[in-house]
T-cell receptor
């Protein structure tokens, strides 16, 4: 069964450093998403991406964040100058269509900022 | 703003007990509804979904959910839980003409053997 894969599974970084979280979506999917889950809180939408551009972003997704699809298979989330409050589980998801369809989630990357 | 509410944050049951987890969402037109499960150390997996048709939806692992439009609810049920159902359960909604899923805060379910 095809699946979304994320690397690394756990990333520890010092405050102020840049991190790149990587995702390989399912190959025939066209819509890509990043979500995050701060410990004990709900899963929050960050950004959706289609046709090589951001289609929607939340208020959380400020200038500190950026996404890229550098090579047609990977989908990355870059966090510049990480803060302690960026510590969370980050989930990548992909779907074949937009709107009412099933999104497939990766296993998540746990980011710890120290 | 659109929102999804899960009323039970932490539920503890014995094996073979019946389960019902509540989920309500805010009004905003046509909705598409999901329940996801996250087993310890694993990724989010889809349990079931409702787009249209029969409001009683059957999913994997014996779970079902009922869409009650008048109550803006989509409660998850299972008649007899197993120890392996220990996980966190998330209700999620897509409002029509939107392309992102909004999640509830999740309900942590702990089944006692």
């Amino acid at each position: 069964e095809p699946e979304v894969t994320q690397t690394p599974s756990h990333q520890v970084t010092q405050m102020g450093q840049e991190v790149i979280l990587r995702c390989v979506p399912i190959s025939n999917h066209l819509y890509f998403y990043w979500y995050r889950q701060i410990l004990g809180q709900k899963v929050e939408f960050l950004v959706s991406f289609y046709n090589n551009e951001i289609s929607e972003k939340s208020e959380i997704f400020d200038d500190q964040f950026s996404v890229e699809r550098p090579d047609g298979s990977n989908f990355t989330l870059k966090i510049r100058s990480t803060k302690l409050e960026d510590s969370a589980m980050y989930f990548c998801a992909s779907s074949r269509d937009s709107g009412p369809t099933e999104a497939f989630f990766g296993q998540g990357t746990r980011l710890t900022v120290v | 703003a659109q929102s999804v509410s899960q009323h039970n944050h932490h539920v503890i049951l014995s094996e073979a007990a019946s389960l019902e987890l509540g989920c309500n969402y805010s009004y905003g037109g046509t909705v598409n509804l999901f329940w996801y499960v996250q087993y310890p150390g694993q990724h989010l997996q889809l349990l079931l979904k409702y787009f249209s048709g029969d409001p009683l939806v059957k999913g994997i692992k014996g779970f079902e959910a009922e869409f009650i439009k008048s109550k803006f609810s989509f409660n998850l049920r299972k008649p007899s839980v197993q120890w392996s159902d220990t996980a966190e359960y998330f209700c999620a909604v897509i409002w029509n003409r939107d392309d992102k899923i909004i999640f509830g805060k999740g309900t942590r379910l702990h089944i006692l053997p």
